[in-house]
């Protein structure tokens, strides 16, 4: 039988190699008959009752009809269109307008591609729409094709509405044990119109509190540069002293299109921080088994990282994109359980082993393929309500391989080699994507670290009464040399237990979700959920029970305010012969955005 680490590697590398030789001569195959390599596929479907509000608004204020055939016909105008936050048919009153600047108008200009003089392409118009739709400052993004004056020219209407600017943007998480996660953070997202972002920050859990500041410059200069810095400090909230900080800076080009040749990263990150577990907004703690007694160790200890990556990508093709990627990465982990008189070094030794992660310094260069497709569908009410959200279709395939030494600096000599592959189909205006990937570490005598995780999420087209939803993940570690553990209950994956009840090596959740169409009142977007949790943590070699829960919920949306949904849910666990131990008949969750997000593989 072969080993778990050869088969989880080859199954994803495989995938990924593939690919990566088939399409690869395909594209340039292309490229060298045609002139430009072919385009890409973009399906879209109908607009929301308030998107299609907006278009009929401007479009009889304008005085102008669609064009329902503008491929290929000539673009004579372009014209942009930025609407108030506070419309006349929003429920607030406009004088409130005058503290917010909205989005000018070579903001916006800088993201299309198309021009006047130029042939309207439907791909290229609807990729500037998703362009624009990915910026945090726009809520509403429409690009509307209209009648020209003959009947060989087009006009081109952008529609963009921006969130209000000035905001204290907000994160809550409360269960029925209390407060878990208050987030506040007094913004201006969009200053002078110009998306730049800067913003305070403070956050509140059961242990501690944190205040900081950040600036984010999405666009510098001609070349397009990505700018960003944020830090904060962390405050004990029982002894009121300093325990740690967090921040970064990074400084880099995007692929801010489907046809950008070139693009660079450098950041840097650090995390100093005492992290702790808690269960219903409690700090749980452990209990040794070399101990007869209850140890009670509270579940904290100390973390220091550095995190440093510089990288460079050239990246091939249009519809079929093949990137290429280097660069060297320092990631210095250190953890460390506090001392303790009042408890049994073995234990405290046991909760090391088992819970706390193993420290660790790698210092290596790297290179990462990536293949792609810029198919992509347009559709609505899938993770937030009322507005277009946009997702990738067709293959994605990732290879990282990275080496590191100990004559370099790092704590093992070691290779890594991360795989994926994934591929999304469309189901009408539904969605089907399946995903594998697998991570290993080889050190010259054995395998040190192995994992290997599958996903797939169904969402069913629109029905009359709404969308169905399954999603499931399941991630094995059969080598774990780092100790990285997995947390399930509570807020996101398994909804009638309290969070993070759960804690393992290894993890399988599957979540079965009624989404509701959206009610509009007020333009406020409103919609229900129902769903089925059920989810299995493995540590060790220790035998594990699947539980399960049921519920219901809530979903609202401001599109003045936010792409985010707000939510509500109630959850019950399902559980013979009694409920374990700290388990309540129902919980509570309130939280911005899904419970759970879609799956997509991302290099570590």
Known sequence: MKHPATVSVVLASVLASVLASVLAPATALADSLSGEPPAPLSATYDYSPYEQEAIDLTLERLGLDVEPSPEGKTVERIEIVTLEVIEPRDPAPGFLNVFHVVSKRATIERELLVQTGEPYRKVLVDETARNLRSLAQLSVVLCVPVRGTTPDRVGLIVITKDIWSLRLNSDVRYSSGGLELLVLQPSEINLLGSHHTISARYELDPASWSTGAQYIIPRLTDHQLRVSAYGNVIVNRDSGNTEGSFGGVSVGRQLLTSRTPWSWLTSTAWLYQTTRRFVDARLTTFDAEVTPQDDEIPYAYRTRRILHRSSVTRSYGWAVKNDFSFGAEYDAREYEVPGSEAVDPAALQEFQDVRVPSSSTRLSP?????????????????????????????????????????????????????????????????????????????????????????????????????????????????????????????????????????????????????????????????????????????????????????????????????????????????????????????????????????????PP
């Open 366 to 602: 790297f290179v990462q393929y990536t293949g792609y497709t810029t198919d992509f569908v347009r559709v609505l009410d899938f993770e937030t309500l009322g507005l277009q959200e946009d997702y990738r279709l067709g293959h994605s395939a990732i290879v990282k391989l990275y080496p590191a030494s100990e004559d370099l600096g790092s704590t093992r000599t070691l290779f890594g080699v991360f795989a994926a592959a994934q591929y999304t189909v469309p189901f009408i205006d539904g969605l089907v994507r399946l995903g594998v990937e697998s991570e290993t570490e080889m050190e010259p005598d054995r395998l040190a670290d192995g994992s290997i995780q599958g996903s797939w999420r169904v969402i069913t087209p629109r029905l009359g009464f709404g969308r169905l939803l399954v999603d499931t993940v399941v991630l094995h570690r059969y080598r774990n040399f780092l100790n990285r553990m997995s947390l399930l209950g509570g807020n996101g994956r398994l909804r009638g237990y309290p969070s993070n009840y759960f804690v393992g090596e290894s993890v399988a959740a599957s979540n079965l979700e009624y989404r509701s169409r959206p009610v509009e009142i007020l333009t406020l977007q409103l919609g229900g959920a129902a769903f089925y949790d059920a989810g299995v943590v493995r540590d060790g070699v220790k035998t594990f029970d699947v539980h399960q829960s049921a519920g219901f919920g809530m979903r609202a949306l401001f599109p003045q305010l936010d792409r985010v949904v707000f939510r509500v849910d109630v959850g019950f666990p399902l559980a013979e012969g009694g409920l374990p131990e700290g388990v309540a008949p129902v919980s509570f969750f309130a939280a911005l955005e899904q419970a759970f997000p879609m799956p997509n593989i991302q």
